[in-house]
């Protein structure tokens, strides 16, 4: 039997109460939101992840879906309908070769020092490379090796996560999905002895723009 000292002074808000409150912070957050975060806002004894499913399921094929978001959670445009939300005018952010190579390898093998980048990729990478993935915040600063001079590592963010719809890095797209896509080339690389000597733009593979 359940000591009485022990229940809460309140009891938590029904379950569809409970739905309604997260439906309403989610609506509400420009930026995805933690379980931690919902709970910080709800009243004491709510359950967020339980509410979260249950509203996941409530907007299952609507037009507005609730999406996790690496351990965060958000209300977004149902994927197939993005294309009604893009606009004709797109704000564009040119990233360089190496920036687009650069981001590629932290994604798909992060945690990764400059040194395994640079290793992967077979030439040096500019500091400019690296400030401009920390600028559009899809890329930060990791934990720190436990080897020689304790290098820094790099990990993706939430907000990359967000922007390209995964839900998770694991959700990243596979090798054949990639030459599928037409992403990937058979041709062996361009000699690029001399190609970093600053990283200027040459590619326009990643857009950043106002659309979904």
């Known amino acids: 039997m359940t000591d009485p000292r022990e229940r809460p002074l309140f009891d938590a808000p029904a379950a569809g109460e409970q739905e309604r409150m997260v439906e309403a912070i989610l609506f509400a957050s420009a930026?995805?939101?933690?379980?931690?975060?919902?709970?910080?806002?709800?009243?004491?004894?709510?359950?967020?992840?339980?509410?979260?499913?249950?509203?996941?399921?409530?907007?299952?094929?609507?037009?507005?879906?609730?999406?996790?978001?690496?351990?965060?959670?958000?209300?977004?445009?149902?994927?197939?309908?993005?294309?009604?939300?893009?606009?004709?005018?797109?704000?564009?952010?040119?990233?360089?070769?190496?920036?687009?190579?650069?981001?590629?390898?932290?994604?798909?093998h992060q945690p990764c020092t400059r040194a395994e980048i640079e290793e992967i990729r077979g030439v040096a990478v500019g500091r400019g490379t690296l400030d401009q993935l920390l600028e559009l915040e899809w890329i930060r600063f990791g934990r720190r090796r436990q080897s020689p001079g304790r290098p820094v590592t790099f990990v993706v963010t939430q907000e990359f996560l967000d922007h390209f719809g995964l839900e998770s890095a694991r959700d990243l797209p596979g090798l054949k999905d990639l030459r599928a896509a037409g992403l990937l080339e058979s041709r062996p690389p361009p000699d690029r002895a001399s190609e970093e000597a600053v990283d200027e733009p040459q590619e326009e593979l990643f857009e950043e723009g106002d659309g979904s």
Do not use: K, Q
């Not at 709510?46 to 959670?73: H, I, K, Q, T």
């Not at 309908?81 to 650069?102: K, Q």
């Open 31 to 108: 930026a995805p939101v933690t379980v931690a975060d919902l709970h910080a806002r709800m009243p004491h004894g709510c359950d967020a992840p339980a509410a979260l499913e249950a509203l996941r399921e409530r907007y299952a094929g609507r037009g507005v879906e609730v999406v996790r978001v690496g351990d965060a959670w958000a209300i977004r445009t149902a994927a197939d309908l993005g294309f009604l939300m893009a606009r004709e005018t797109v704000e564009t952010r040119r990233l360089s070769r190496a920036a687009t190579e650069t981001l590629a390898i932290v994604a798909y």
